[in-house]
């Protein structure tokens, strides 16, 4: 196990900065309601047996092809955006001639400091990086091993221009050898225009941490990108809660949202959604087209790996929201895509 992927512990000097943040309370970032795992230590040994021991049906019976990278048509100019979706929350986006990067976890293990590996449900995907063009923004929801990858930014760092993260975040990126003056950190509501494109970190509930000591050392969110024409939004990984309203309220409506949708149990129900609660999220954020994230890409719950998608589907075609579910490494433009039942 290489030592690096642990990041960088918090200095006297970033907690003394990420004191003077709002969500800073008693040591650590706080959620905006009170957030618990409900995990009882009688129960973690059961849960780490089905984690690493029981995989019926939580993995696909074969690997995962991906979709070859056709650069040309993917820096071709478009006036709507368009994007390709790795899986898990790995996503590649061109926006208003600007090509954005989101969670690049593309490394093959999930838990990478662990004795036990959660293995991508695709292979060879770090060679992915070979094919992309220059980078213009890198940009990180938070810390968690499955979003944050110690063997995908260096392998990215030499076509980065610059790198939008959570705030705390940062400091594993200079561990890594990227350049301070490179990074940018954001709060709750933080707010940055890169040419023509308004970018906005938005509230989840949810935690960071990469090891022992930093829990909640780091803030963990999703990203909005308003254009003159569009508006787009990355829900981010955590539970269900009234902040859905107000980032609709606040920076809505939406043409399109990328959902977190994957990876959930009822012991830890408040910090991941189930489907039907993603959909409900994506309709209190008045997002008209949304597409499930966060699954496809590893084991990291109990359920089946098609649940995810499945129940996505369903509840979105009760509330007559379209949806868009695309191959791993497909290109897709919303708005004139039609969508295949790849993974049965």
């Not at 995989?55 to 650069?71: N, T, V």
């Not at 110690?150 to 760092?157: C, G």
């Not at 959930?264 to 408040?270: F, I, M, R, T, V």
Request: glycine residues 6%; neutral net charge.
């Amino acid at each position: 196990m290489n030592k690096k992927q642990y990041g960088a512990k918090p200095t006297e000097a970033d907690i003394l900065k990420y004191s003077n943040s709002k969500n800073w309370k008693d040591g650590k970032f706080q959620n905006l309601e009170e957030t618990s795992m409900s995990i009882s230590i009688q129960n973690i040994p059961k849960l780490l047996y089905k984690q690493f021991c029981k995989k019926d049906g939580r993995e696909p019976a074969s690997f995962i092809a991906m979709d070859s990278f056709d650069s040309e048509q993917f820096l071709s100019p478009s006036e709507t955006m368009k994007f390709i979706w790795y899986g898990h929350s790995a996503v590649l986006i061109r926006i208003n001639n600007k090509t954005i990067l989101i969670d690049p976890m593309l490394g093959d293990n999930a838990a990478p400091i662990s004795p036990f590996p959660i293995k991508r449900f695709s292979k060879d995907t770090l060679n992915l990086i070979d094919e992309f063009p220059e980078i213009d923004l890198l940009m990180l929801t938070h810390d968690h091993y499955d979003h944050l990858d110690y063997k995908s930014i260096k392998k990215l760092k030499s076509k980065v221009k610059q790198y939008f993260v959570a705030l705390g975040v940062k400091r594993h990126l200079v561990k890594w050898g990227i350049h301070e003056e490179k990074i940018t950190e954001f709060d709750w509501w933080d707010a940055k225009s890169i040419d023509d494109i308004q970018i906005t970190f938005t509230p989840t509930r949810h935690f960071s941490g990469r090891g022992l000591t930093d829990r909640a050392k780091s803030l963990w969110g999703g990203w909005t990108f308003k254009t003159a024409s569009e508006n787009v939004w990355f829900s981010g990984d955590g539970g269900y809660g009234k902040h859905f309203k107000e980032i609709g309220e606040r920076l809505g409506p939406f043409d399109f949202a990328f959902m977190e949708c994957g990876q959930y149990n009822e012991n830890w129900h408040l910090i991941h959604m189930f489907p039907e609660e993603s959909v409900q999220a994506a309709i209190d954020a008045d997002a008209k087209h949304i597409m499930p994230v966060h699954w496809a890409g590893f084991a990291l719950a109990q359920h089946h790996w098609q649940h995810p998608v499945d129940e996505f589907i369903k509840s979105a075609e009760e509330k007559n929201i379209p949806v868009s579910y695309p191959r791993l490494g497909e290109l897709i433009n919303y708005k004139d895509y039609k969508n295949s039942v790849w993974w049965k």
